[in-house]
């Protein structure tokens, strides 16, 4: 059953409307039916539900449906909203794509219930005339249910110790500094690197750097550290080591704990599809970018675990699951691929995973081009799967996911680059993405349904604190840690069913329980 939510208005599939006063208290009603509830936007509705103490299991969000038909149309970017698909519908001009400021000062009226109602009657139209529709429905409900768990982690936070961040802080950069001035231990690098120039230079500045290295007599295109450390020259030393520590203080440091952290609890932005491959993406936070060395400060309530867990070379597993691969599969049966694919390498894992991944990503320099045909040649159908990928990328067409997620269409400007001199490189650089889309975003796919799996599996007070690509972790009581184990190991078995139905490939995901992130890895 469908329930349209739109403002204080709810809309029963087969009901007539009502205006709810206490709309957590009628969600939460409705909800024991388990209804698949309909909005607008995820992120508009859900978080006042959850402020309010009420969670759903379901949803069909209308704008993240409205962008995966879009870009199967071929009409990838257009306006998303479902106010834009409701004004498509009846033929009325698109607006724009509303800001993603909530504090915008005159953000737009929310669409009205029965209007909603007509766009989402409008999308499973759609759905159902696609060619896979069972399968796009699955992608729209992992889609759906991913901006649940977005929406859920960002309310629920990750355990975050301001008290050890304060002091791994303090022991790499220093004391914290008053505002507008640099960390000691930054400042004491950069009186090196100027020192090592014979004058002052700031070494957050590229265009000083570059000008200091060329008086110098070294000539640099940019201030990047593989570029750097192909130099002969002090300064690069304490250069290389202040921009290490630089990024740390600027991404991590105590200012954006004070934006970030709130009641011991790391509560980011998380976008989901924020890649055109269906990965997420941060608005705020960076919790996709989360130093090495911060993973010491993710630490487990009293009593409580962390559970982690994440998947073992993913992508090549989904690559042998598509293309049906015998071969291939067989090696992906087993818990270290690598390892299994080495006989085809003369024993040399290091080689198997070179040729696979160069056969996905495109790769073709150094030991690539020798290794290449033998992945050819023992793994033809999932060679060829990726070939074909690749060649449809340089003609310009699109590709597509296991689920049904369309790559954007190349752009004006490719198609006048591909038609002059430099044409060859560029249809090979859209090869080489498309070659990848198709086996990134089917990954992507398989680890927003275990998500969406594992949301409806776990036990309790536990929550998903955390989802990174192919990673979750799960902040529990101490004594429900094995049972959320096994809950993964659940969730992994069945997105692999869903998905790709009986196959020998296996999607091994053991999970670990730690009172500190930084323990799991």
Known sequence: MHVVLAGERLLPEGEPPRHAGDLPGAVRELEAARPRWVWADTRDAYPPLLAAGVRVSRCHDLALTEGLLLAYEGRYGEPRSARAAHARLHG????????????????????????????????????????????????????????????????????????????????????????????????????????????????????????????????????????????????????????????????????????????GRFRPEYVVGGVVSGRWATSGGGALQ????????????????????????????????????????????????????????????????????????????????????IMRQRFPKAYQFVEDAAKAGEEGRLVRSWLGRTSPPPSASWRELVSGPEGARAARDRGRFTRNFVVQATAAEWALALLAILRGLLPGP????????????????????????????????????????????RFPMEAVAVSCYADAK
């Open 92 to 263: 009325l001009p698109v607006p724009d794509e509303p800001p993603d400021d909530p504090g915008t000062l005159f953000p737009p009226e929310p669409l009205p219930a029965e209007a909603a109602a007509e766009v989402l009657a409008d999308q499973l139209a759609r759905i159902a005339a696609l060619p896979a529709p069972g399968r796009f429905r699955l992608l729209v409900a992992a889609e759906s249910a991913g901006a649940l768990a977005a929406a859920e982690m960002a309310h629920d936070g990750m355990p975050w110790r301001r008290d050890v961040h304060d002091a791994l802080l303090t022991e790499m950069l220093g004391p914290r500094p008053v505002h507008g001035m640099r960390p000691a231990k930054l400042q004491a690098l950069a009186d090196q690197v100027s020192a090592a120039f014979g004058r002052p230079v700031n070494p957050d500045s590229v265009r000083q750097l570059v000008k200091a290295f060329k008086d110098a007599g070294v000539a640099i295109k940019s201030t990047r550290s593989w570029e750097l450390k192909r130099i002969d020259h002090p300064a690069v030393e304490p250069l290389l080591a202040y921009k290490e520590l630089a990024r740390l203080h600027s991404f991590h440091g105590w200012a954006w704990a004070d934006q970030w952290v709130r009641g």
């Open 290 to 373: 989360i130093h090495k060395v911060m993973r010491k400060v993710v630490v487990a309530d009293e009593g409580w675990t962390l559970v982690v867990a994440d998947a073992a070379q993913l992508e090549p597993r989904v690559l042998a699951a598509m293309a049906g691969d015998a071969r291939l599969a067989a090696a992906a049966g087993e818990i270290d691929l690598y390892s299994a694919l080495a006989a085809s390498f003369g024993g040399q894992r290091d080689h198997a995973k070179i040729a696979m991944l160069s056969a996905m990503y495109g790769g073709t320099s150094g030991d690539a081009a020798r290794l290449l045909p």
């Open 462 to 505: 536990a929550r998903l604190v955390f989802f990174q690509h192919d990673e979750v972790m799960v902040h529990c009581p101490l004594g429900l840690a094995e049972q959320v184990a096994e809950a993964v190991r659940q969730a992994a078995a069945e997105a692999t069913r869903l998905l790709f139905g009986a196959t020998p490939v």
